[in-house]
């Protein structure tokens, strides 16, 4: 049962708020299948963002994430009870979430910040200050890390941008909808992630993945010497990402 212990008046622009520049590096934790090549326990005393179902391997990392996101109102609604735990209880410092019904109406807290978006992955940017051109959930991460919370080096895992459409055991609801009717989740890092009992939104990974991190590498990572973006996945197919061996990073 979802608590009503974070239902007050709140407005959600003034959540929104930029921090001051970062001296530390932040680690994005998408959950594409390369997440799982990573020693994860190793960030447990680094800045990290991670998403959407990412809750179900915290035990397994060992720590809560920083930052939390979650873009899509499928799965926001079909996890609001966890996430709304995640709100109340966890240490997470913030949470970002796109603006709709399900957001509006559970996720509104003082850590919270809602953002208006659109989707047109030929136009993805970084203006804050209307609706926000995005067009997937760990893009929407490094979207928020720039614009938002002001890192400067940021290193990306688990993005792969590499879905398959069709997944045994996931079948289309009367919404259109994924249903998945099994733990065999060949997309993300478990195979139960979006696993027996979840419902989900279609990919289309085609459209609003792949071309979308090349539109936003190309505008604003490619010739901008004031930030470092690495790519930590040698498979995944966002290898125009300068690359960075995890193994090779001195974490403490």
């Known amino acids: 049962m979802i608590s009503k212990s974070i239902y007050f008046p709140w407005d959600w622009k003034a959540k929104y708020k930029q921090e001051k520049i970062k001296d530390q590096p932040l680690f994005i934790l998408a959950s594409g299948p390369s997440l799982k090549d990573h020693d994860l326990s190793?960030?447990?005393n680094q800045h990290t963002m991670a998403f959407n179902r990412s809750f179900i391997a915290y035990d397994d990392w060992g720590f809560q994430p920083t930052y939390y996101s979650a873009l899509d109102h499928v799965v926001n609604n079909d996890n609001k009870n966890e996430i709304v735990k995640l709100i109340e209880n966890s240490k997470i410092k913030?949470?970002?979430?796109s603006k709709d019904e399900v957001s509006k109406k559970y996720f509104r807290s003082s850590?919270?910040?809602?953002?208006?978006?659109?989707?047109?992955?030929?136009?993805?940017?970084?203006?804050?200050?209307?609706?926000?051109?995005?067009?997937n959930?760990?893009?929407?991460?490094?979207?928020?890390?720039?614009?938002?919370?002001?890192?400067?080096?940021?290193?990306l895992l688990g993005c792969d941008a590499s879905y398959k459409e069709n997944v045994p055991g996931v079948v289309k609801n009367d919404k259109g909808e994924y249903y998945s009717n099994r733990d065999l989740d060949v997309n993300h890092f478990r195979q139960d992630y979006f696993g027996k009992g979840t419902t989900y939104n279609v990919p289309k990974s085609k459209i609003f993945h792949l071309p979308a991190w090349k539109v936003f590498y190309d505008s604003y990572i490619k010739n901008n010497n004031e930030l470092s973006v690495y790519n930590c996945s040698k498979t995944g197919k966002l290898q125009f990402f300068d690359f960075k061996d995890y193994q090779s990073l001195n974490l403490k």
């Open 42 to 44: 190793k960030l447990k």
């Open 94 to 97: 913030r949470f970002f979430f």
């Open 111 to 135: 850590k919270t910040t809602i953002i208006d978006i659109s989707s047109d992955p030929k136009n993805v940017n970084l203006d804050f200050s209307q609706k926000l051109n995005v067009a």
């Open 137 to 155: 959930t760990g893009l929407f991460g490094l979207q928020v890390a720039l614009g938002v919370l002001n890192y400067k080096e940021i290193y």
